[in-house]
Nanobody
Framework: QVQLVESGGGLVQAGGSLKLSCAAS????????MGWYRQAPGKQRELVAA???????NYADSVKGRFIISRDNAKNTVNLQMNSLKPEDTAVYYC???????????????WGQGTQVTVSS
């Protein structure tokens, strides 16, 4: 069984920084893409940032230049450094990873439980 466990959310003032971390554990053969999504109240879940196993990154336009995604393939972790936070960044942030649990299984999406990020004005 695969688990994604997130940490690092909290309350911060506008202009501040937070770092989110996510660790994948369990039956893991290989991890492809990893990323962070967020969902604000009344809105759909949206991609914030993603990183491939080779280190290629992709960011939502709203966070470009402020957020940095990174991963450690040896530790099966992905981080999101969030700088210059704005009130509109307030949301529940979810870790996502495409994981193959064995050499015979295809990649499946797994999600963390979510961590709240609140940015006050």
């Amino acid at each position: 069984q695969v688990q994604l466990v997130e940490s690092g959310g909290g309350l911060v003032q506008a202009g501040g920084s937070l770092k989110l971390s996510c660790a994948a554990s369990g039956s893991i053969y290989r991890i492809s893409g990893m990323g962070w999504y967020r969902q604000a109240p009344g809105k759909q879940r949206e991609l914030v940032a993603a990183v491939t196993s080779g280190g290629g990154t992709n960011y939502a336009d709203s966070v470009k230049g402020r957020f940095i995604i990174s991963r450690d393939n040896a530790k099966n972790t992905v981080n999101l450094q969030m700088n210059s936070l704005k009130p509109e960044d307030t949301a529940v942030y979810y870790c996502n990873a495409a994981i193959s649990p064995s050499g015979y299984a295809s990649f499946q999406p797994y999600w963390g439980q979510g961590t709240q990020v609140t940015v006050s004005s």
